[in-house]
């Protein structure tokens, strides 16, 4: 005697087969593709973002060797004082003196500059004192940058 089921089989135990459409089959292997692909997406943008948090963390622990250069340093250099106009050589034919001339250039938009044998340093700050001494050979401290000097105190004389 054969058991013949309910639901359609032909006899208990034996090979269950369904009738499948194409349909189904595509949009069960585009289904899982597109779970697959979503996941690695997942993986890839978490490990980004890991990687990004850490080198990040890094970077502000270490920060690099030129983030905070060293202050350049004072130091005193000795010279004429005079004006980026007329430098060492005023005109003679002006009948005014070299600290007259140097003050007259400077009044009209030109810059004091100390004069160290063939080098010009353009000197920026403490104008009031740098009049002081215009026109005449002084000691200058400040901070040289390329060729120019910060000023922060002017003596007179040959102090160096």
Avoid at 14 to 29: E, P
Avoid at 57 to 79: E, K, M, V, Y
Wanted: proline content about 4%.
């Amino acid at each position: 005697m054969t058991l013949v089921a309910e639901s359609g089989w032909d006899s208990v135990g034996g090979s269950v087969q369904q009738n499948r459409s194409w349909f189904a089959l595509i949009t069960f292997c585009a289904t899982t593709a597109l779970v697959a692909a979503l996941g690695l997406a997942l993986l890839f943008a978490s490990a980004t973002v890991a990687y990004a948090v850490a080198h990040s963390l890094q970077a502000t622990a270490n920060p690099p060797a030129d983030a905070n250069p060293p202050a350049p340093a004072t130091r005193g250099i000795s010279g004429m004082i005079t004006d980026s106009k007329c430098a060492a050589k005023h005109a003679k034919s002006s009948r005014k003196s070299p600290a007259e001339c140097t003050r007259a250039c400077v009044r009209g938009g030109a810059k004091y500059t100390l004069v160290d044998g063939d080098k010009v340093y353009t000197l920026e700050g403490k104008e009031d004192l740098l009049d002081r001494v215009a026109g005449e050979r002084a000691a200058v401290e400040g901070t040289l940058d390329g060729s120019t000097i910060k000023v922060a105190s002017v003596s007179s004389g040959n102090a160096q």
